[in-house]
């Protein structure tokens, strides 16, 4: 059933984002994550599962039977935040079951409730979560149906409407503020990072003619690659602790969920200068301290607080959400008659194998004297018109079915 589809998420709408980096699942204890998801789809009877961390939201989508009701979301958090307080959680979870689910799925994937509405990336991140977690065996066909109709959807909305139109995203208005604070294309800029976050604001860089850049990353080939495309330099993160030549602006995005940059980090990097520094961070949780934060005469660009320049972005593009939202109702339909006939067809799927073998029993045992008292003209004239109501048998419950029982 369409009611199975389910979706726990936090994101920007429900909490700060700097809440939101505490909901991204760490490897535990040398745990990986694949295996916590995996226990969790056992504790809670979860079929498939696919989870979603990005920079403004953390998103659980799954198929369960079960309504999601107060035990199920106790069980859930305990399991996953056995840290947090219960009531505290619940408080930032969104819930959305069957075709509310999946409506919220397809305007995901289309960037409307983005932070930044019309960016391009979440419908990226959305495909290599879905491609991960299918890896691990955690997603089964009824993900794979949702996400075929989910990406269908976000390319019309693309093609259909201008909410793609005069693109921006998160990096392009982190860019912006960063030019804002004065920073010019001759500084020095430390990368700290190799991600797609980062791959991005160097392009971004590149165009605005930056050269003096420096890469440090914990996979010194992605930094080397990252560094080429701006002919920069590129550094093994454990270097960065070391790095003597100073800096005036630096770009921080990681994996990681504590503070890459520290006070001692930091006050190395200074190596002794007093003028002021620009700080992008980038990352969910934050990757630079609070200490570093709070202590230091910096220019500190945080995803909270482009919230300003993500609302004048929307204010621009609200004629064309509607449109959006016009043309995720539609598909939702042709998602709901989709989802039905695909449950048809997989009821159907063992039909064929069934009726064989009845045939087979009929001729081979119900009937075995009086076939083999047949001549062999007879014989294949019964083969055909056996063959013949076979086909028939298999198709005709199919074409009834989808006639009376699809919407």
Known sequence: MIDNYKIITITHKSADIKDIGKFIIPESNGIPLSSRLEGLKKELSISELLYLPTCNRVMFFFCHEGKINESFLHQFTQNLYPEWDISEALAKFLIY????????????????????????????????????????????????????????????????????????????????????????????????????????????????????ISVFNRTLTKAEELSNLVGGSAFHLSELENYSKGFDCMVVCTGAVEPVINKKIYSQLLQGEKDKKVIVDLAIPNNVSKEVVSSSDIDYIEIEGLKVLAKEN??????????????????????????????????????????????????????????????????????????????????????????????
Not at 103 to 118: I, K, N
Not at 354 to 364: D, F, L, S, W, Y
Not at 377 to 398: A, N
């Open 314 to 407: 929307m204010a621009f593009r609200t004629k064309e959400v509607t449109i959006a939202k016009k043309i995720i109702a539609t598909t939702l339909k042709d998602f709901k008659s989709l989802y039905a006939e695909r449950q048809l067809e997989k009821a159907f799927h063992q039909m064929p194998k069934e009726i064989k073998a009845v045939k087979t029993k009929a001729i081979n045992e119900v009937f075995k004297k009086e076939v083999e008292d047949l001549d062999e003209e007879t014989k294949d004239l019964m083969e055909r018109m056996l063959s013949y109501m076979e086909k028939k048998c298999i198709g005709i419950p199919m074409k009834v079915a989808k006639s009376t029982i699809l919407p």
């Open 97 to 212: 079951e069957g075709k509310d689910a999946i409506r919220h799925l397809f305007e995901v994937s289309a960037s409307v409730d983005s932070l930044v509405v019309g960016e391009r990336e979440i419908i990226r991140q959305l495909r290599e979560a879905y491609h991960k977690c299918n890896q691990e065996g955690l997603t089964g066909d009824s993900i794979r149906l949702a996400m075929d109709a989910t990406v269908r959807t976000a390319k019309q909305i693309y093609a259909d409407t201008k909410i793609g139109e005069k693109q921006v995203s998160v990096v392009s208005l982190a860019i912006k503020k960063l030019l804002e604070a004065g920073v010019s294309n001759n500084q020095r800029v430390l990368i700290v990072g190799a991600g797609q976050t980062n791959l991005l604001v160097c392009k971004f860089l590149k165009k605005h003619g930056f050269s003096n």
